[in-house]
């Protein structure tokens, strides 16, 4: 059964329509995707492969950023010396570095699905023009399913008591799963915005892993050998000046999803867990979902029994698209019914809430995608059919905006949940 969200609290249409705060410019907003949505003439393809696990033809396209504007290039540029000489005390002669330039870079699968789009930066030393590295830049979600996903899994967890402000100082550790690799761009995101977050990532495919940091400007000192150690002896001076030890705090696994989570011999429990797991065919693999399958019942008792909070990235059941390439208005209210979607949720909430605990969905704008979120700790007092939801939806808006300004988010995270939210029941 589905239940539609009544945003009918006064003040919660206080909070909707009088809060407003002036954020920073969000250089992954949607006006900008005609730049990294691209055509096929003004894009470069700069690494292209045939993938062994069922992703077909994996590439990456590189296509021209309008921001930041060339004026602000210079203040990276001392940002990179004043790191370098941080770390190079004994080295006399100022190194200086030129930015060559910022790009989007798109993997896709079979030369048509467009898996993730990044933000990279490439820059190089004035020494040596040869030494051209790229950067992916961390502050920058271009696609509007994993700002949804973001918004929706934050508010949610700062819902069920988890303390966010110590872990986003550090003082406390976040231990954070992302299933599906992609580009990389939503655990640099969550890593750069949460300094306790300890992020780990499952991603089947080697050839994505590959792609992401030979093309796509992802830290390579991330990646895990299979003995459990680093895949590389040490991050090199290059990574150090980049990151500022934020890679030090993310964990790339080649592996599969199920067998990392049965497997896996870490006692850890996750506070979050992120899902994004489509193949080449734009397909969500059939254990990844079953609800008899070992996978979600494992997951259920590896994500803390307090406030473990799951998302889960959606394709609709329908891919029509205006010529926008929006959802049409006809089909918004009608993406979260689906007998695809609502099976996926179905199981994941059975799966995973017990006594306590909730499971919703909300749809993407722009994008036909939905996100489930299941938490085991953001509960509904009294329950749905006391009519409770009003004063919970209440508290998760007021979540969302401390969210939003403890984060310093550059986009509002209650336009990725107030849309089309509909309770799991």
Known sequence: ????????????????????????????????????????????????????????????????????????????ENWLQQRYADLQPGYTQKER????????????????????AVKIMAACKESDPHSMFFMQQPHCLATPYLKSMVSVGLATIAASDYDLTNAMHGKKSMNIL???????????????????????IVEIDPLVISASIQAMGFPAFSLMAPSGGRANSGPDTFDNVLWKGLHERIFLYKSDAEDFILRNSTKELYDMVFIDAYDGDDIFPHKLWDAQSPFLQK????????????????????????????????????????????????????AMVQ??????????????????????????????????????????????????????LPFPCLDYIKRNLMIVD
């Open 1 to 76: 059964m589905w239940r539609g969200a009544r945003w009918s609290s006064k003040s919660i249409y206080r909070r909707l329509y009088t809060a407003a705060r002036r954020h920073s410019e969000d250089e992954g907003d949607w006006c900008y995707s005609s730049e990294w949505w691209g055509t096929d003439y003004s894009g470069q393809t700069v690494l292209r492969s045939i993938s062994d696990k069922g992703n077909g033809v994996v590439s990456v396209v590189a296509y021209p950023s309008s921001r930041p504007s060339q004026v602000y290039w210079s203040k990276m």
């Open 97 to 116: 570095f030129r930015v060559i330039g910022y790009q989007w870079r798109v993997l896709k699968f079979n030369d048509d699905t467009r898996q993730s």
């Open 178 to 200: 992302c299933i599906g690799h992609g580009g990389g761009s939503l655990p640099l995101f969550l890593a750069s915005k949460i300094q306790g977050a300890k992020v780990h």
């Open 299 to 350: 997951l259920s008792s590896r994500i803390h029994p307090r406030h473990g909070t799951v998302v889960v990235n959606l394709h609709a059941d329908s891919d029509i698209l205006d010529a926008d390439r929006s959802a049409p208005s006809v089909l918004e209210h009608l993406l979260p019914m689906g007998k695809y979607v609502s099976t996926i949720c179905r199981a994941y909430k059975n």
């Open 355 to 408: 006594s306590r605990g909730s499971a919703f969905v909300v749809s993407v704008p722009w994008v036909c995608n939905s996100s489930l979120v299941v938490s085991k700790g953001f509960t509904v007092s009294g329950g749905l059919r006391a009519g409770r939801w009003d004063s919970a939806l209440e508290h998760l808006v007021s979540k969302a905006f401390e969210v939003e300004h403890l984060l310093d």
